[in-house]
């Protein structure tokens, strides 16, 4: 079983929807992370935790939020979805005592018409 | 602020071709440096890893060595294979929260 799940895989939605990505993982680590990837640009940090009570803003939080609902799990929602939020998006988990080394999910696309 | 700069792609080789990709970096202090692998379809696996200056850091075939006095951690392999088909991400990590930047990703294709 993979270490870090998220769901969906692939959504597509309409703009002004809410939707909800869900992230989970069994790696016991407290640090967990939302991405975007866009080509040319790379992946960008959205919001980051480092435990259930420490939320931080990343460096493209606007027309995102979180919820860190336990250790293991972390949740992204686009409160008014808009098209060039259309993205692939991915969870991220590190150790606290393993600098840096972040765990990547499979990646939600999402796509907003 | 800290950044990335790694060479564009798409790199085309053949099989058991050499292979390098340019990273050069920028950050305040002393920076650990990645190279972060992404197979089509999947979330990016940690390569590799150096953590100060002339580590080289190693795996399935790969290294990098960082160069402090050039601010740069270029990934090599002898010769690739079709299966080395993917993209790959140079990375720093800086700062007191841990911060990972990330360059924009250099596409690989391995053509038999």
């Known amino acids: 079983d993979a270490d870090v799940t998220q769901t969906p895989r692939n959504r597509i939605t309409k703009t002004g929807k809410r939707i909800m990505l869900e992230c989970s993982q069994t790696k016991g680590h407290d640090r967990m992370y939302w991405y975007r990837q866009d080509p040319g640009l790379g992946l960008r940090l959205i919001y980051y935790?480092?435990?259930?009570?420490?939320?931080n803003k990343g460096e493209i939080s606007d027309g995102y939020s979180v919820s860190r609902q336990a250790q293991a799990k972390f949740s992204l929602s686009l409160e008014s979805a808009i098209p060039n939020q259309t993205a692939l998006y991915f969870c991220?988990?590190?150790?606290?005592?393993?600098?840096?080394?972040?765990?990547f999910g499979p990646g939600t696309r999402l796509t907003v018409t | 602020g800290d950044s990335v700069t790694q060479m564009e792609g798409p790199v085309t080789l053949s099989e058991e071709a050499f292979l390098t990709i340019n990273c050069t970096y920028t950050a305040t202090g002393y920076p650990s440096l990645f190279w972060y692998v992404q197979y089509p379809g999947e979330g990016l696996q940690l390569l590799l890893k150096?953590?100060?200056?002339?580590d080289k850091g190693s795996n399935k075939g790969f290294e990098a060595t960082y160069r402090k006095e050039t601010t740069s951690f270029h990934l090599e392999k002898g010769s690739v294979q079709v299966s080395d088909s993917a993209v790959y991400f140079c990375a720093l990590g800086s700062g007191g929260y841990q911060k990972v930047t990330f360059g924009t990703g250099t596409k690989l294709q391995v053509i038999p």
């Open positions: 991220a988990t590190s150790d606290s005592r393993t600098a840096y080394e972040q765990y």
């Open positions: 935790s480092f435990d259930v009570k420490d939320i």
């Open positions: 150096a953590t100060k200056a002339d």
